[in-house]
């Protein structure tokens, strides 16, 4: 019988509530080791592992998992989004996930302007369902895309909106809450005849409310007089909320508990009118210090709906990491900004209110410190670059690590200026060179990230001292330690500094009614840990050593692990639309299979805690199935804020995992695909037959490790090498500055032939001399994305060798295949960071828009086909090699192009096709891309530069085939494409006559039976 040992030396017989949760709960109970190093930490610098994590299908079952819980004793965390800061989201409890299920918009009243939700619901779906009755949510974290409603309201969450809108406690106007003891209740404002009717009843409830007044009516003038007066306090409980004054407002007294008190059912909510119009200022001012000291006066003179700021720091990193340079190029002169937001009923409405914010502070639109827009579309282009202030300033280029601790303090706005000068000093003092301020400076509410020592134990101590005197400089300002991200584990201890004894007693009496037992996500907020333990790293963390790792990561100063630190938890995986990450979540709702989970896995794998649940290293099976559901699509490397690469680290990880053993079929069959693809070259038809053949192509895909629903791809009877070796053009001068490589990648010579020779006649019409290399080469994708890394550097270093004439040069070289263009431009120098070539390599390897237009001879031009067209983007073209060239170089050849914000396609190289990867390629597929495809008028062009996006779309019951851009331009060349279905005019290798393949299947049966036939009658003489 397996136990653990709580905080008070009670055993738990983990077997026993892991089998009673079974068997009591509509949801999946998970105790493996996996789940539990999924959920081990969240946005914060601390952890903690889950006893188990319960994923409750309906609101109901969650309140069965919270009874037995109890019954056992239990610890008890309910978690949404997962993304605090506090370490509110990390316990040694279970760990009840209400996002994948519980995710209900239940009604909404439009004449009210209320709704009801469940739990899990993320605030940018919630919004999106309310559209349609053109109503919102008002308070909008930054997390939007993908926090939960119920986190928000445990945590009392606020972004930048709340400038107009409040804390999420304002907009929130009943609850359906769960004690631990099995008390289910809907709570609000009370008026005394409620009260009276409620207490007279009896019971628990009564019990509860009765409790309530009595605090309340003890610490009446501590209440009064103890809570600081600022727009953004959210630390402590909301106490003021059951003064008389304020309604008696249980729901919102409880708003912010952070799990502590009663797990959220249900929640009613506030709702306001989506703005009809929108304008935005952006002021530029010196330093952020100045910046601050002018919003008092701004609020003087305006009622914006949000007041942000960041400063020259967030500016700098953001050019040194390429990032929201967009974003920035849209900011006028200043080294700190202000962005001020004003939201009306109509345009001429907020313009007014710009221009009179303008008139009053003495200055103007043309003034060089001024940028005004009233263009939704830029207004959210100047918003992302303060959104992105975490991810930015999480991993600085000089190599710091930057923690969360004093990310979210906050004063009265009058005193802002005055506190950042003296939190700079204090930051001076501790040896914490210049960490970025930026956040809602309208509300008084300042963000950073500071470069905390959490290794040692003297840099431990450090952090701990700094968070101290922290305190009592923005208690001294009569501020609030946390201004929307909560208190938890990091300001849980730091309490009594802003509070005083007396009300932190309170937080205690409040705690002890509604949780005697201290079960409800313990160690938070009332008897915090110390704000120095559980850390993430600590003194005592010995990750075990990686000297043998297969790629360089030479922006991760060559070291795996902090490659694998670069996740801190923002949680934008867990979005489910826009971008490219995570395709395999979005399918899913499983935190184990986004990108977070999968990093948290990793850290858990380097073993540096003694606890850990996944303990054996590389060998891990936890690790390998949560990498197998991964696309390796790159997605996160680029839409990920802190450029997490799942796609290496998944790859590095295989290398290791199947070192000297045996791996899956699919590795054979997939990852040496360029092997089998030179081989098909002896009798293409037949193999072309044979994988279509019944009975036997089903055997073949099974012992290959294929899903028996795919299609295998029709090879061609003619490859493009072959084609291009019987054209018997000579080879260029490769020091001719017309001179141009094309690379004859696997899938454009022996699948798409077609793709590849329109390239060569779209180069030679702009005016280059096209070279080709003849002999075996290959950028080794498919040993990557499977980790056979050795056998891919192998082949990848005699590709190098076969181009040197051409590298030496300085020739072009031209891709057609994106995902082979991005081994070229990314995979390749982290795999052999210090060879030259290499580094000449991805200098010199280009996409084929790239080619056209930044080395077209002058004068050139694109054949203009004046088309629509449906396009989708490989996910490694939006990841590594970006896709403006192609926009550019489609708009100048008049393709109307819409460019599918869809995600993945969901076949993603050999991931579609490996067995038991099927259905959720196609559930990923059906999500977007698909469906967009099929709603192409029929007169438009389906363009898709990926063999695998071609591939999903022609398999996916589209009715479309898509086409490569060379294709399209080539046709245009020829003159009008086809006015229906124009893909019809592209050459694609056609299946073999299903007579032939059932004549070839029967063929094969026949001289199987013969063979057996003549091995019985041997065996018997």
């Known amino acids: 019988m397996s136990a653990i040992e709580d905080g008070e030396a009670r055993e738990l017989d983990v077997e026993a509530l892991e089998a009673a949760l079974r068997e009591a709960v509509d949801g999946e109970v998970r105790f493996d080791a996996g789940s539990r190093g999924a959920y081990v930490t969240d946005g914060s610098n601390y952890r903690q592992v889950p006893i188990g994590v319960v994923v409750p299908r309906t609101v109901d079952a969650g309140a069965a998992a919270v009874a037995v819980c109890a019954r056992f004793g239990a610890p008890l965390l309910s978690r949404g989004g997962g993304t605090s800061l506090g370490g509110q989201c990390t316990n040694t409890a279970v760990v009840v996930d209400w996002t994948k299920y519980c995710h209900q918009l239940v009604s909404v009243d439009p004449e009210a302007r209320t709704c009801v939700v469940e739990p899990g619901i993320v605030l940018d779906e919630l919004n999106r369902q309310l559209a349609p009755h053109h109503l919102m949510f008002g308070p909008k974290p930054s997390t939007h895309s993908h926090c939960a409603l119920g986190g928000m309201i445990g945590n009392n969450s606020c972004g930048a909106s709340a400038q107009a809108y409040g804390k999420t406690a304002d907009s929130v106007r009943r609850l359906e809450i769960l004690t631990y003891d099995g008390t289910r209740t809907w709570v609000g404002a009370t008026s005394t005849e409620q009260y009276d009717e409620i207490t007279a009843a009896g019971g628990r409830r009564a019990e509860l409310y009765r409790g309530l007044r009595d605090l309340s009516d003890r610490h009446l003038a501590d209440i009064r007089r103890g809570y600081p007066e600022l727009p953004r306090r959210v630390s402590g409980y909301n106490l003021p909320d059951l003064l008389p004054e304020n309604g008696f407002h249980v729901a919102r007294a409880l708003v912010g508990s952070e799990g502590t008190l009663v797990t959220v059912l249900h929640a009613e909510l506030d709702l306001v009118p989506v703005p009809a119009a929108q304008a935005m200022l952006v002021l530029g001012y010196p330093d952020i210090c100045a910046a601050a000291d002018d919003v008092p006066r701004l609020l003087e003179h305006c009622r914006p709906t949000q007041i942000e700021a960041l400063d020259d720091r967030m500016a700098q990193l953001m050019h040194e990491e390429g990032a929201y340079l967009e974003s920035l190029s849209s900011f006028p002169e200043g080294s700190s900004w202000l962005l001020v937001q004003f939201s009306g009923d109509t345009q001429e409405e907020v313009d007014r209110q710009s221009h009179d914010l303008l008139r009053a502070l003495g200055r103007d639109e043309r003034d060089g410190t001024v940028a005004f827009s009233d263009d939704p579309d830029r207004e959210e282009q100047m918003l992302k670059a303060r959104e992105a202030g975490l991810g930015v300033t999480a991993r600085p280029p000089d190599g710091r690590e930057t923690w969360e601790g004093w990310e979210d303090s906050a004063v009265p706005p009058q005193q802002l200026g005055a506190y950042l000068r003296d939190l700079k000093k204090l930051f001076t003092d501790f040896g914490y060179d210049h960490p970025s301020l930026y956040g809602h400076f309208g509300q008084g509410c300042v963000h950073t990230r500071i470069p905390f020592q959490l290794r040692t134990a003297e840099g431990v101590a450090t952090f701990r001292s700094f968070l101290e005197h922290a305190a009592d400089l923005v208690v001294s300002y009569g501020g609030s330690l946390s201004g929307e991200h909560g208190d938890g584990q990091a300001r849980g201890e730091l309490l009594t500094r802003m509070f005083g004894e007396r009300l932190v007693g309170a937080f205690g009496e409040l705690k002890a009614l509604f949780d005697p037992g201290d079960r409800m996500n313990p160690g938070k907020v009332v008897a915090p840990n110390r704000l120095d333990s559980h850390l993430r790293l600590g003194a005592d963390w010995r990750p075990r050593d990686e000297d043998d790792t297969r790629f360089g990561y030479p922006d991760d100063e060559h070291s795996f692990r902090r490659a694998v630190m670069r996740c801190v938890g923002i949680g934008n995986c867990r979005s489910h639309e826009g971008g490219v990450m995570c395709p395999s979540y979005r399918a899913t709702g499983e935190e184990e299979h986004s990108t977070r989970g999968r990093a948290r896995l990793l850290f858990e794998m380097m073993g540096g805690h003694a606890d850990s649940p996944v303990t054996d290293g590389w060998r891990s099976t936890e690790v390998r199935d949560a990498l197998d559901l991964c696309l390796a699509c790159k997605g996160c490397k680029s839409d990920c804020p802190t450029g997490v690469d799942m796609a290496t680290y998944k790859a590095e990880f295989l290398s290791h995992h199947y070192q000297g053993r045996l791996r899956p079929a699919a590795h054979y069959a997939l990852g040496w695909l360029p092997l089998w693809a030179r081989l098909s070259r002896v009798a293409p038809g037949a193999v072309n037959t044979l994988l279509r053949a019944p009975g036997i192509s089903t055997l073949g895909k099974k012992l290959a490790g294929v899903a028996p629903q795919r299609d295998a791809p029709v090879f061609a009877e003619e490859s493009f090498v072959q084609w291009w070796r019987r054209r018997g053009a000579p080879e260029p001068d490769p020091a001719d500055p017309r001179t141009v490589v094309l690379w004859p990648d696997t899938f454009s010579t022996y699948f798409h032939p077609s793709v590849a020779r329109s390239a060569v006649k779209v180069l030679t019409d702009a005016g280059f001399q096209v070279a080709v290399p003849t002999d075996a080469v290959c950028c080794g994708l498919t040993w990557i994305s499977t980790g056979q890394l050795d056998t891919a550097a192998k ?75 449906t396009v989708q983007t490989h996910c490694h073209q939006h990841a590594v090699t970006k896709f403006d060239a192609d926009r550019e170089l489609m708009r100048r050849a008049g393709i ?26 196609m559930d990923i597929a059906e999500s977007g891309v698909l469906p967009a495809v099929r709603g192409a008028a029929p007169s438009a062009l389906v363009l898709a530069d990926g063999f695998s996006c071609r591939t999903q779309i022609e398999q996916g019951g589209t009715g479309r085939g898509a086409l490569h851009l060379a294709e399209v331009l080539a046709l245009a060349l020829d003159g009008p494409a086809p006015a229906d279905h124009p893909e019809k005019a592209a050459a694609r290798p056609a299946p073999p006559p299903s007579a032939v393949s059932r004549l070839v299947a029967a063929g094969a049966a026949v001289a199987a039976g013969a063979a057996c036939y003549a091995l019985t009658r041997r065996l018997r003489h």
């Open 795 to 869: 082949v990848l270093r005699r590709t190098l060798t076969t181009l040197r004439p051409w590298l030496e040069a300085g020739t072009p070289i031209v891709g057609l295949e994106p995902s082979c263009t991005a081994v070229f431009r990314s995979d390749l120098p982290e795999l052999m960071p210090k060879d030259e070539d290499v580094k000449r390599l991805a200098g010199q390897f280009h996409t084929f828009a790239e080619l056209l237009l930044q080395r077209a001879p002058d004068g050139w031009r694109p054949p203009v086909l004046n088309r629509a067209a």
């Open 896 to 921: 109307h192009a819409d460019v599918l914000d869809e995600g993945c396609c969901g076949l993603a190289g050999n991931f579609g096709f490996e067995a038991g990867h099927h259905q959720l390629s």
